[in-house]
């Protein structure tokens, strides 16, 4: 099974940026560089979302409305990492985190277990 780790929320003030990673390991084998990643979040209350999606070589990107233009995703295939850079933070970004294959389409039937997540909270 693949094992994902989200690191690098916090607490940030609105206009503040974040930079997310997400490291992923196996114990059998995961070929990382050939599967598109995602970063997904969840606000309280909410159902949880797909709002950046990475090609595996990386060529190809995709954005949620509520994000393009502030957020951004990149990958290191060599290290098996995802990253989200964040800029602009809005409130209504506050949410938990994670990243996992982007084929992933349901929150119970995920492609690769869920992670911790990591907690990212926009306010003044």
């Known amino acids: 099974q693949v094992q994902l780790v989200e690191s690098g929320g916090g607490l940030v003030q609105p206009g503040g940026s974040l930079r997310l990673s997400c490291a992923a390991s196996s114990f059998s084998g995961f070929p990382f560089a050939a599967h598109a990643m995602g970063w997904y979040r969840q606000a309280s209350g909410k159902e949880r979302e797909l709002v950046a999606r990475?090609?595996?070589?990386?060529?190809?990107?995709n954005y949620a409305d509520s994000v393009k233009g502030r957020f951004t995703i990149s990958r290191d295939n060599h290290k098996n990492m995802v990253f989200l850079q964040m800029d602009v933070l809005k409130p209504e970004d506050t949410a938990r985190y994670y990243c996992?294959?982007?084929?992933?389409?349901?929150?119970?039937?995920?492609?690769?277990?869920w992670g911790p997540g990591t907690q990212v909270t926009v306010s003044s």
């Open positions: 996992n294959d982007a084929r992933t389409m349901s929150v119970t039937t995920p492609v690769n277990p």
């Open positions: 990475i090609s595996n070589t990386g060529t190809y990107i």
